[in-house]
């Protein structure tokens, strides 16, 4: 059973730049979470999707968004790029919303170093 | 509101002794616990649970956890450390009601020394 799949592993923007980071759940899981994860911040969350609608969102800024498709793949973009927004993005599927005891499956994450 | 605190950045511990990993939470419910691990350049992965019942909980690779209520504890053990156990660990909480997302400590790196 393939795992969580996120796309690209790595990248490299410069401040003002807008990326698009991908997530291909686990097959049968209709859940996806993203969180980001720094050293001073440790891991805060972003928003979870869950049968194309957005079920919860954390505090960041409107720059960042996201959204899931039909397959329940999701994708999470952000705009305007700051250097602060270098960290590594995780995502993370379950079979159905984590308000409860549901497991979290992540994937290895994408590193985005903004300059 | 919930959070968790892991007040410890960094535990040291030899190869073949006991390891502990403290986690303190704070919900306004009742909690739905958790440890994962990070290995480097890769995601975390799920060690154990608590969600009812036993307040022992035996996860993967010989881990368990010990959920006390009066203390809101609910700290990682393993009888016998092992180098490759070296590693980031986090713990989370979340409320058994609400729309609310799983809120995570802010890890404890595990340094096994041979």
């Known amino acids: 059973k393939a795992g969580v799949t996120q796309t690209p592993r790595y990248l490299i923007k410069t401040r003002g730049q807008q990326v698009t980071l991908s997530c291909s759940p686990i097959?049968?899981?209709?859940?996806v979470s993203w969180y980001q994860q720094t050293p001073g911040q440790g891991l805060q969350f972003l928003f979870e999707?869950?049968?194309?609608?957005?079920?919860n969102k954390g505090n960041f800024p409107g720059r960042f968004s996201g959204r899931q498709f039909s397959n329940s793949r999701s994708e999470m973009n952000v705009s305007t790029l700051e250097l602060g927004d270098s960290a590594l993005y995780l995502c993370?599927?379950?079979?159905?919303?984590?308000?409860?005891?549901?497991?979290?499956?992540f994937g290895a994450g994408s590193r985005l170093t903004v300059l | 509101a919930q959070s968790v605190a892991q007040p410890e950045d960094q535990v040291n511990v030899a190869e073949g002794n006991p390891l502990t990993v403290k986690c303190t939470y704070s919900?306004?419910?009742?909690?739905?616990l958790f440890w994962y691990v990070q290995y480097p350049n890769r995601g975390l992965q799920f060690l154990l649970k608590?969600?009812?019942?036993?307040?022992l909980v035996k996860g993967s690779y010989g881990f368990e956890a010990e959920f006390n209520k009066s203390q809101t504890s609910f700290h990682l053990k393993k009888p016998s450390a092992l180098v490759s156990d070296s590693a980031l660990y986090f713990c989370?909480?979340?409320?058994?009601?609400?729309?609310?997302?799983?809120?995570f400590g802010s890890g404890t790196r595990l340094q096994v020394q041979p």
């Open positions: 993370a599927s379950s079979l159905t919303v984590t308000a409860g005891a549901n497991v979290l499956t």
């Open positions: 097959s049968g899981h209709r859940s």
């Open positions: 999707y869950f049968s194309e609608t957005q079920r």
């Open positions: 919900v306004s419910g009742n909690p739905y």
């Open positions: 608590y969600i009812t019942g036993d307040n």
């Open positions: 989370a909480v979340i409320m058994d009601t609400g729309r609310r997302a799983l809120t």
